[in-house]
Structures are given as structure tokens and as C-alpha cells.
């Protein structure tokens, strides 16, 4: 085609039952999966945009022998030499399960025209969802006693360019904004973060035999957390920023033998979950 348009689909389901031990089946350890992408290129002269999306989408069975109230029932779990709940094959997935949602689209643009380097540009966005339905605190089978949702977008924009014979320079901008919420069971507070990152690097094949590259990057996270305390809703903010930068030097005998030996500065901020984390 003119414009090299091109497209691709793909699709997975599987459904799966009972699983069997040689003493009987394990009640409730039925699956179901659904899993599909799509993918669009489109290709004019000195540019390329690229449409990616996929979906994957799971429904997980819970023994219900291995679902707990209390020690007692550890220990009389421990203690018996039998499955202490059997049940016939079947499809059907009841209580407790576990369901998890994950959609994932992203955008791709990069053009040869701009100052006679490669510019792209790539804007993403990611959703998860973790869903805990509990046999012993349930009140309506549809009704999530644990509930996890986390939306992410993604940007950035890069540049890229040959600045002698065999050696590139890049330049970047990178930024994300992170929102967690949570149901009725609070493991990870509420929260939202804002990423942005910008870096530059520049790598040099001094020769067949040495490649020397270094890049210095500067990270800046803010977050605000939000929690109830004592009954009170409390915010409050924790604000991460620091450089790091590196340097390697390559060197390679042949094509099957290549040593590199770097000299690094890197940091990274705590995660949300070993700041707060309620429940373990």
C-alpha cells in the first residue's frame, strides 16, 4: 500500500475445571481466560505511528479447604489426612476467587525529519484490577470483599542523533501520573503519584575494539497519600528527587567476546507498600 498500512488481531480463551489430586478433586479450582490484542501501523514517508492494545482479563477458583477462618481451622486442616472439602468435576467457579482485569494501550509516533535526527513520541495507558471475593465475609457472591484498581499513564518524548561518524547523542523527557484506589478493605492506602524524568546520554565507538558511553538523568516523584485516621481523613505528601549518571566502557576482542565495566550513581525511592501497607 502507499501509506504501508498494516493490522493484526489476536485472541485466547481457554476455560479450565476442577483440578484432581489422587485423593479427589479440589473443590472450586476452576479458570477461565480471556486474553486479546489488536495492532496498527501506519507508515507514511520520514514517519511511523504504531496502535497497540490488549486485554487480558482471568477468573480463579479458590480451594475451599485452603480458605481459613481461624487457627482451629489451620490446625484441623494440618492434623486431617484426607481433603477436609470434595466436590465433583465442574466448570462452575463460586466462592472464594479471585478476578483480575488488565487493559493496556499505547501509542507510538517517531519521524527521521526533525534536525536530521529521529524524534518519538509514546503515550500509554495501563489498568489494573485485582478483585478478592471471600466465602467467609461474603454477603452477596458479585460483591468484591477486596478491591485493588490502579490506572497509569505513561509519557515520553526522545531524540536521537548522530552527532559524529559512530557516535549518537539522546535527549529525553519522561513523565507518569499513578492513581490507586482501594474497596472496602484497605491494603495500600489511596494515593496519588506524578513522575518526571529527563536524561541525557551519549555513546562513542571510538574504534572496533572500544565503545565508551556515559548519561546523567534527573528523577523528581510527588505523591499524595490519602488515609483515615482515628475516623479522620489524613493527606499527606512525600516528595522524592534525585540525579543519577554513569559511565561505561566497552571493549570487545570479537564478536563473540565483549567485557564492559561500568561506573554508576543509582538511587530509587521507596515503594508505596513499604511505606504503608496495612495487613501483613
Known amino acids: 500500500l502507499k501509506y504501508n498500512l498494516a493490522w493484526r488481531a489476536q485472541v485466547f480463551m481457554n476455560k479450565g475445571g476442577t483440578l484432581k489430586t489422587p485423593d479427589g478433586y479440589l473443590s472450586n479450582t476452576g479458570s477461565k481466560n480471556r486474553?486479546?490484542?489488536?495492532?496498527?501501523?501506519?507508515?507514511?514517508?520520514?514517519?511511523?505511528?504504531?496502535?497497540?492494545?490488549?486485554?487480558?482479563?482471568?477468573?480463579?477458583g479458590i480451594y475451599r479447604g485452603a480458605h481459613l477462618g481461624n487457627l482451629s481451622d489451620l490446625q484441623r486442616a494440618i492434623d486431617s489426612d484426607e481433603l477436609l472439602v470434595r466436590s465433583d468435576f465442574e466448570y462452575?467457579?463460586?466462592l472464594p476467587r479471585q478476578e483480575v482485569l488488565h487493559d493496556f494501550l499505547r501509542l507510538n509516533y517517531s519521524t527521521q525529519a526533525l534536525f536530521q535526527g529521529q524524534l518519538t513520541f509514546q503515550l500509554a495507558r495501563q489498568f489494573n484490577r485485582r478483585q478478592e471475593f471471600d466465602l467467609i465475609r461474603a454477603r452477596d457472591e458479585?460483591?468484591?470483599?477486596?478491591?485493588?484498581?490502579?490506572?497509569?499513564?505513561?509519557?515520553?518524548?526522545?531524540?536521537?542523533?548522530?552527532?559524529?561518524?559512530?557516535?549518537?547523542?539522546?535527549?529525553?523527557?519522561q513523565g507518569a501520573h499513578i492513581k490507586n484506589t482501594n474497596g472496602a478493605i484497605i491494603f495500600i492506602p489511596n494515593y496519588l503519584e506524578r513522575q518526571l524524568g529527563s536524561f541525557l546520554s551519549y555513546k562513542h565507538e571510538l574504534n572496533?575494539?572500544?565503545?565508551?558511553?556515559?548519561?546523567?538523568?534527573?528523577?523528581?516523584?510527588?505523591?499524595?497519600?490519602?488515609?483515615?485516621l482515628d475516623g479522620d481523613l489524613n493527606q499527606l505528601?512525600?516528595?522524592?528527587?534525585?540525579?543519577?549518571?554513569?559511565?561505561?566502557?566497552?571493549?570487545?576482542?570479537?564478536?563473540?567476546?565483549?567485557?564492559?565495566?561500568?561506573?554508576?550513581?543509582?538511587?530509587?525511592?521507596?515503594?508505596?507498600?513499604?511505606?504503608?501497607?496495612?495487613?501483613?
Open 35 to 60: 486474553h486479546w490484542s489488536y495492532d496498527l501501523r501506519f507508515s507514511p514517508k520520514h514517519h511511523q505511528i504504531n496502535l497497540h492494545f490488549t486485554q487480558f482479563k482471568t477468573r480463579l
Open 208 to 228: 572496533k575494539l572500544i565503545t565508551l558511553s556515559s548519561t546523567v538523568r534527573y528523577d523528581a516523584i510527588q505523591r499524595e497519600v490519602f488515609q483515615f
Open 237 to 280: 505528601e512525600r516528595n522524592f528527587d534525585h540525579w543519577s549518571a554513569a559511565l561505561e566502557l566497552g571493549i570487545s576482542p570479537s564478536s563473540k567476546l565483549s567485557f564492559q565495566l561500568q561506573l554508576s550513581s543509582m538511587w530509587r525511592p521507596p515503594a508505596m507498600n513499604e511505606l504503608f501497607a496495612a495487613g501483613l
Open 142 to 173: 458479585d460483591l468484591a470483599a477486596m478491591e485493588l484498581n490502579k490506572t497509569t499513564w505513561n509519557t515520553a518524548l526522545t531524540w536521537k542523533k548522530s552527532v559524529f561518524e559512530k557516535a549518537e547523542l539522546h535527549l529525553g523527557l
Open 92 to 94: 462452575d467457579i463460586g
